[in-house]
């Protein structure tokens, strides 16, 4: 049963725990260096990541991995019962009985398999439909970041989300506008490093769009 920390766990932790991040640092312990490590760490992360619980929770588990070589899926699941956290300890469990390549930390980074499919087609609609069903609130920032759209093509989605407010109709019809004005270069390939763009800013987990893909174990 394997022991490292996967991709897919650490993104189940930024979309569950992101807003809990500080009290998970001090129950792994985020370094070695006692509570005042700690909090100095945790104030780093702050500073360099301002106005992303995502963004910073991400950091922090980055840090966590780079400074202790003995971090493991028990450590983690240990910590996230002693804050309480039963449901997600026992959901990180559960991903240890799936075959799946180790988080790699390169610099601040962390790497994650490309899909096992045909990169250099263009992108599908079913696949643009199951990404623009699960990105939610953050669709006007990769919108205006990675997708090139205009703000007022931005007002004009965002006017589909009434009556309900439903952030599919909005996110679908961006990505419809940016699939046909890229053309033939509207390929899995590009639209797969413009999300990693949004999960390395710290606004996009993995989990968002690796369902969209057949995300290699």
């Not at 189940?12 to 001090?26: K, M, R, S, V």
């Not at 699960?134 to 965002?158: D, G, V």
């Amino acid at each position: 049963m394997g022991e490292k920390v996967t991709h897919k766990m650490v993104s189940h932790i930024e979309g569950t725990i992101a807003a809990d991040w500080q009290n998970l640092a001090y129950h792994l312990p985020l370094n070695d260096k006692g509570m005042i490590g700690v909090k100095n760490e945790i104030d780093n992360i702050e500073h360099s990541d301002r106005g992303s619980l995502v963004g910073q929770c991400k950091n922090m588990l980055i840090a966590w991995l780079k400074n202790d070589e003995q971090a493991t899926v028990t450590k983690l699941v240990k910590a996230l019962r002693d804050m309480g956290k039963n449901r997600s300890a026992t959901e990180i469990e559960a991903m240890r009985e799936v075959q799946e390549d180790p988080v790699t930390v390169e610099g601040n980074s962390t790497t994650v398999a490309e899909p096992k499919i045909n990169m250099n087609r263009r992108v599908e609609d079913a696949e643009l439909s199951k990404i623009a069903g699960k990105i939610s609130i953050p669709w006007r920032r990769f919108a205006s970041e990675q997708l090139n759209i205009s703000q007022t093509e931005i007002s004009n989605a965002a006017q589909k989300m009434l009556p309900d407010m439903n952030t599919y109709n909005a996110a679908i019809d961006v990505f419809h506008l940016w699939k046909n004005r890229q053309g033939d270069k509207a390929t899995v390939k590009k639209l797969w490093d413009l999300l990693e763009n949004g999960r390395q800013g710290g606004y996009l987990s993995l989990d968002i769009y690796e369902h969209a893909f057949d995300v290699k174990k």
